[in-house]
């Protein structure tokens, strides 16, 4: 498992911003998915390549 840092880390490396970190919840019984803060499972991200 990639933590959210490392991929920040690997964003940074490859002359990415990051732009938001937003996490990702799921409720098996009901079968919905919806964005929270709490990137500590699942979690996605939003980079930009810098304007030169």
Wanted: aromatic content about 10%.
């Amino acid at each position: 498992m990639i933590r959210p840092s490392e991929l920040a880390s690997y964003c940074r490396s490859a002359d990415l911003e990051l732009q938001q970190t937003r996490g990702m919840e799921h409720n098996p019984l009901t079968k919905r998915y919806w964005l929270s803060n709490d990137a500590s499972v699942n979690y996605l991200f939003a980079t930009q390549k810098p304007m030169v």
